[in-house]
């Protein structure tokens, strides 16, 4: 199958290939929201109780805040594997060019940048 077809495919490949790092990494970023709104939630609300007191604490921290420590470490080790999948070794075992994939990872947080700028979340 190495012909003249061949080169002209691949010429077309490295096009698609720059739409499809785009695509996987914003779609990324959409399953990266979960543990985003995670991480939001534990720095506004449970960064708020101050325990200046020493052991003796008068203030509780919020019911939801373990829920939303697993939510935002197994969240975000889940958002890291599929980078590491997608962006390191799927194009690492294609022969695609690397740098290319981990040069679109910077696009994994638009989606919740943008959601969270259009008041969405």
């Not at 002209?8 to 720059?18: C, I, L, P, Y």
């Not at 914003?26 to 109780?49: N, S």
């Amino acid at each position: 199958m190495h012909g003249s077809g061949a080169d002209g495919d691949r010429e077309k490949g490295t096009a698609g290939s720059w739409w499809a790092a785009a695509v996987a990494n914003l779609l990324i970023g959409l399953v990266a929201i979960v543990p985003g709104l995670c991480v939001r939630w534990l720095l506004t609300r449970y960064a708020l109780v101050h325990c200046a007191a020493g052991p003796v604490c008068s203030k509780e921290p919020p019911d939801h805040a373990v829920g939303m420590t697993l939510g935002a470490v197994l969240g975000g080790a889940f958002v890291l594997g599929m980078v590491l999948v997608v962006d390191v070794l799927m194009p690492w075992q294609e022969g695609r060019p690397l740098n290319l994939w981990l040069g679109m990872t910077a696009l994994v947080p638009a989606p919740f940048a943008i959601a969270q700028a259009a008041g969405w979340i």
